[in-house]
């Protein structure tokens, strides 16, 4: 049976941390995955999740329904669309998922029941590389928009491709903080992507991972969300993971929500949900769900969460500060005022493949083979190190 297959190379950002754990140089720094970490360097429990775990302590081993937790979903729109039309018209269908790739893998499913006919998914260049395979496994045709240009953000590159998708095309969007890069549209950009989604008919997927992560603000950091579907009334999938916001990484608790044109599509679309759960996960998981639940509906546990993002995007945006002050103190060559520039979690550096091997070679520094450093793997007792180790790699 198994004599034509064919070895598939491992995820390049799980082998990051893999390498790492491996390697025994007390020295070492992961500034691989999309992870928080505190000043310490360790994995974070967020206050408002210890608050919200020890009221789920006892939720038991029952399955959730297939859509999954009714108080979540609920309360997971509310997060995002508060305020708008469809949120007060009931316009939103959704379904729990596992985390931001189970939702984004129903978006998929959900989309090609909708309509079997070939579809292209436009995805940034470059991008988060699990858009690639999600949906080239789902058997989209993946096709890439130019993103990054000059340290910034190739509007115009950008907007030359997506005129030419053809109606009917999926547009992956990354609602903030974009990853990579770091580098997210202006306001006025959106507006003109936004329109240009509207004239040609294009259904815009908003992957929503880093909320809270720009601004310390869900309300902020879903401007882009709210003007298409509030703003231009236009249909759109948003894709929610908890992972990164509550730190919850291994529970993969996600959302994925239809913005709908009437109140009547929401049945059918919460149906065709339920019907693409069932046959991929079936039921989806119950304790990441409760305390997410848990979190959201609580008042003064929300408080806190709103407190913890707040603590999470300053920390990073202080790492940001210190180590391109660091760099410039150092007179490391080049430009390096695109690190400050950047919002969210990651900075993309730009420093050569044999830089990075270097960096890794001689100073256990890991990461991306992109060139994007998670931020927040840097704290007051690596960033010196880190900034040293880039100007000696760039140097020599
Ligand atoms: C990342 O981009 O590092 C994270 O989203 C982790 C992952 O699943 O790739």
Redesign the pocket.
């Known amino acids: 049976f198994f004599e034509n297959a064919q070895y598939i190379p491992v995820d390049a950002?799980f082998q990051v941390t893999k390498d790492f754990l491996a390697d025994p140089d007390p020295r070492k720094v992961n500034l691989g995955?999309?992870t928080y970490r505190d000043e310490k360097g360790q994995p974070w429990i967020l206050p408002s999740v210890r608050m919200a775990t020890t009221l789920v302590s006892d939720c038991g081993h029952e399955y959730l329904p297939i859509a999954g937790s009714k108080v979540f979903r609920e309360e997971g729109v509310q997060l995002v669309f508060n305020g708008t039309k469809p949120f007060s018209e009931g316009r939103i269908a959704s379904c729990q998922g596992l985390s931001g790739t189970g939702a984004l893998y129903l978006a998929g499913q959900v989309l090609r029941k909708v309509d079997p006919s070939p579809k292209a998914v436009y995805i940034t260049d470059p991008t988060?590389p699990?858009h690639d395979l999600l949906f080239s496994s789902m058997g989209f045709d993946v096709k890439y928009l130019p993103y990054y240009k000059d340290k910034s953000f190739d509007f115009e590159g950008y907007m030359s491709v997506l005129v030419t998708a053809p109606p009917g095309s999926i547009i992956i969007l990354h609602s903030c903080a974009h990853?990579p890069t770091g580098c997210d549209p202006s306001k006025e950009q959106w507006k003109k992507i936004a329109s240009v989604i509207q004239e040609r008919h294009l259904f815009p997927i908003f992957d929503s991972?880093y909320l809270g992560f720009n601004s310390g603000s869900v309300n902020d950091d879903t401007w882009a969300i709210k003007y298409f579907v509030d703003e231009l009334g236009l249909e759109a999938s948003i894709c929610l993971s908890f992972a990164k916001s509550m730190g919850l990484y291994g529970e993969r608790i996600g959302l994925v929500t239809f913005v709908t044109k009437s109140l009547s599509q929401v049945d059918t679309m919460n149906s065709i949900l339920e019907n693409a759960q069932r046959a991929t996960v079936s039921t989806p998981p119950k304790y990441g769900a409760e305390i997410a639940a848990a979190v959201l509906s609580t008042p003064d546990i929300s408080e806190q969460w709103s407190k913890d993002l707040i603590t999470m995007s300053t920390r990073i945006k202080s790492m940001r500060e210190k180590f391109y002050e660091e760099l410039v103190r150092l007179d490391t060559p080049g430009d390096w005022s695109h690190m400050i520039k950047q919002t969210g979690m990651f900075g993309f550096t730009g420093i050569s493949p044999a830089q990075i091997t270097h960096l890794q070679a001689k100073y256990h520094i890991y990461m991306a083979n992109t060139s994007r450093i998670?931020i927040a793997g840097l704290n007051d007792g690596n960033f010196e190190y880190v900034a040293a180790a880039i100007d000696d790699a760039v140097r020599n």
């Open positions: 950002i995955p999309g988060w699990n990853n991972a998670s």
